[in-house]
């Protein structure tokens, strides 16, 4: 499958609200409630992103993969809270393209990045998504013993940080 990646536009980011609703769905069912799978909407969630991207844009990078005229999957990076650190914030693929070399490209991509900002890279995981620990893990991420709860849909969920030198 080829995709095409490319840094995200002002009219990229009410679809990536959708992707990453129901990227979200699909990767935390079994995970979370459905309740807490379905807080929000596809809207509201491109709100979410085009307010992050108006105060963030001057320090974070929004790239999109499509396939076609088909938004696949998206990654978002910045620096992390501590100094020197880059921070992996979101990497979600569509649904359908799940398991076809859109996330690999999309991390392939950031990597480099997140190496401009800092010589190491965090992210956060869902400490029981495996699928996604696995992901991390055979791209050289080690869960580095750092954990932290945060809410998905106002359910508490347990979050494991991976790290890496980049």
Not at 28 to 54: C, K, M, N, Q
Not at 88 to 108: E, Q
Not at 139 to 144: I, T
Request: aromatic letters at 10%; proline letters at 5%.
């Amino acid at each position: 499958m080829s995709v095409q990646l490319r840094p995200a536009a002002d009219d990229d980011l009410f679809p990536i609200g959708d992707l990453h609703y129901r990227s979200r769905a699909c990767a935390y069912a079994g995970i979370v409630s459905p309740d807490a799978l379905t807080f929000g909407s596809p809207a509201a969630l491109g709100e979410w992103w085009s307010e992050r991207w108006h105060w963030e844009r001057d320090t974070h990078r929004l790239t999109v993969a499509v396939a076609g005229d088909v938004l696949a999957g998206f990654t978002y990076l910045g620096p992390a809270e501590e100094d020197g650190v880059a921070e992996l914030s979101a990497i979600h693929a569509d649904p359908a393209f799940v398991g076809k070399g859109v996330g690999r490209a999309l991390m392939l991509d950031a990597l480099p990045e997140l190496g401009r900002i800092g010589t190491r890279a965090v992210l956060w995981v869902l400490a029981a998504n495996s699928r996604a620990r696995c992901f991390y893990e055979r791209g050289g991420w080690v869960a580095d013993g750092v954990t932290r709860v945060e809410a998905i849909g106002n359910e508490p969920v347990d979050q494991v940080r991976y790290s890496r030198t980049v």
